[in-house]
């Protein structure tokens, strides 16, 4: 099976990647993905040579050419460029093909629109993949098409499962998920650096500061999920009577800090329903 992708930045290097390290056997395949599966296209040929050299996959200026080999199709670029790409190459997509799109925003219906296709008979999924990928701890929000099968569906989750956890969701709640998953990662990194600010004010070392709280986030995270134990009752475990983490947690909600963090999911969302 041919995998071919459309940009070859960040979240297309972590899929790439990911599916190379687990040794990813797509659907039926009984054979693990190689490198030799994989064709990747970008515009600058510092991109192309850098991608060839770290991850040993043929790489092309040819978007068309990408198109034309891929028997699955990752369309990797950003939003934006949707419209161009998707110029470029409608009349070489195959009724064969499999494409994945990981934009934001984007329908399945518009993305079909733009292919020339009916939504309901193209063979279309819709991901959204998250930074976390590029360390194989991705959350990636999966919604197949009306018209991609069941082993389609399955080909496209073993690619996302290959660099952390995929879920299938109906598109309606897509735009939430991107917000929850693909967005959020900037509002914790936000969060872990003000921690390590609060640290450095009570005299610790900022590179130390900063591994504590990352690693304090990290590990909350994973007792979340492993443990399914709902976030306010895990809260209340730390917040000893009269302790100090009560304290904190009255000084967070002394600045709306809930309120916030929701309203910035919404905003995520709001602006998401615009592209």
Do not use: W
Not at 171 to 183: F, Q
Not at 219 to 237: F, I, N, Y
């Amino acid at each position: 099976m041919r995998i071919g992708f459309i940009g070859l930045g960040n979240m297309a290097t972590a899929i790439i990647g990911g599916m190379l390290r687990e040794n990813t056997v797509l659907g039926s395949s009984a054979t693990p993905l190689a490198a030799s599966d994989i064709i990747g296209s970008a515009k600058t040929s510092a991109t192309r040579d850098a991608k060839a050299a770290e991850l040993g996959i043929a790489v092309t200026a040819s978007n068309r050419q990408v198109a034309e080999e891929a028997d699955v199709l990752v369309l990797a670029v950003k939003p934006l460029f949707f419209p161009e790409v998707i110029d470029e190459i409608r009349d070489v997509i195959s009724d064969g093909t499999l494409v994945i799109s990981i934009a934001a925003g984007l329908t399945l219906s518009r993305i079909a629109e733009l292919f020339g296709r009916d939504s309901d008979t193209m063979r279309l999924i819709r991901c959204m993949p998250n930074t976390p990928a590029l360390v194989n701890a991705g959350c990636t929000a999966v919604c197949p098409g009306p018209g991609a099968t069941a082993s389609d569906e399955a080909v496209c989750l073993d690619l996302m499962n290959s660099f952390g956890r995929a879920i299938v969701i109906p598109e309606r709640l897509m735009d939430a998920a991107s917000a929850v998953a693909g967005s959020s990662p900037a509002f914790v990194f936000m969060f872990i650096e003000a921690l390590a600010d609060g640290a450095v004010a009570a005299g610790m070392p900022r590179t130390q500061a900063y591994e504590f709280a990352a690693a304090a986030v990290a590990g909350s995270a994973q007792l979340v999920l492993e443990t399914g134990r709902h976030p306010g009752d895990l809260k209340d475990m730390v917040c000893s009577p009269g302790g100090t983490t009560i304290e904190g947690v009255k000084a967070l909600e002394s600045r709306a800090f809930r309120a916030a963090v929701m309203e910035s999911v919404q905003a995520c969302v709001a602006k998401a329903q615009t592209l």
